[in-house]
């Protein structure tokens, strides 16, 4: 059993926690030239790029570190992640002149091949299935009954 200090960082999690790293770097990248070189052409577009880059940074450490505490920061993360997409994509769908120019999340991550749509999913099912507590197979310790011998 997982203790509370267990690693997220194991099998299909290594893989999870790349690509937030890498989302990370792209999305601060893609924020800083916005935001330094034409920010007054699209203020909301690039100041969502900047919020969505500081939590893809926040998600990828958070996944990476250990115990309950960064366990709550991954799933805050991945949440506020998540409802960021949904929004950000219905606005720049049914609202576009709020958006002069693209941010990572218009149009679900459309710009990044739905990634940004489909990584919180999954993110939150490998929380689910790491969380503090929980055995191998993803029960929750507390919840587990040994049979008298």
Do not use: K, N
Request: net charge positive; proline share 5%; hydrophobic share 60%.
């Amino acid at each position: 059993m997982p203790s509370q200090s267990s690693s997220r960082a194991v099998g299909v999690g290594r893989v999870l926690i790349a690509v937030y790293a890498v989302l990370a770097i792209a999305a601060t990248a893609r924020s800083v030239v916005q935001i330094v070189e034409r920010f007054e052409e699209a203020p909301l577009a690039y100041l969502l790029s900047a919020v969505s880059a500081i939590v893809y940074l926040a998600a990828t450490a958070a996944l990476l570190g250990r115990g309950r505490v960064w366990y709550v920061v991954a799933l805050l993360a991945i949440v506020f992640e998540l409802v960021g997409v949904l929004t950000v994509g219905v606005l720049s769908l049914t609202m576009p002149e709020l958006f002069a120019h693209p941010s990572v999340w218009s149009g679900f991550g459309y710009g990044y091949a739905f990634i940004p749509l489909v990584l919180p999913i999954l993110g939150l099912v490998w929380l689910a299935v790491r969380r503090p507590g929980a055995d191998a197979r993803g029960t929750s310790a507390e919840h587990v009954m040994v049979a008298p011998r």
